[in-house]
């Protein structure tokens, strides 16, 4: 939907602007491209810019913050296989070691508790 007819500014770009940095409506006219018209198009650009930030101030609340980013490292080569390790199937391992195979012979019926 257009927000500025005379400018053919639509919501999008709006909310591009604001997504970008834009934080207030003087900023988005600048970023946008506005140029002087019929002046319509502020009481709803403002509305909109306090609708974002106030998304993002909730937002901020309900996780605690904006999160910090951080870098995701690198995986060492010592836990990749080399080509003399095998690659395939491994004992599976519990807390105390490998875990036993256990097999029921044919015909038998598994033990349960009683």
């Known amino acids: 939907m257009y927000v500025c007819i005379c400018n ?8 591009g602007c604001m997504a970008s940095g834009c934080t207030t409506a003087r900023a988005v006219k600048a970023a946008c491209g506005f ?13 909109m810019v306090s609708q974002y930030r106030t998304a993002g101030e909730l937002a901020d609340a309900l996780t605690g913050g904006p999160l910090a980013l951080t870098a995701v490292p690198e995986p060492s080569p010592a836990a990749e296989p080399g080509p003399s390790e095998p690659v395939g199937p491994s004992e599976p391992v519990g807390p105390q070691g490998p875990i036993a195979a256990v097999t029921i012979a044919e015909g038998a019926a598994p033990q349960t508790a009683a």
């Open 35 to 47: 140029k002087p018209g019929c002046g319509m198009c502020t009481k709803r650009i403002h509305t």
């Open 8 to 15: 053919a500014i639509t919501e999008d770009d709006v909310h």
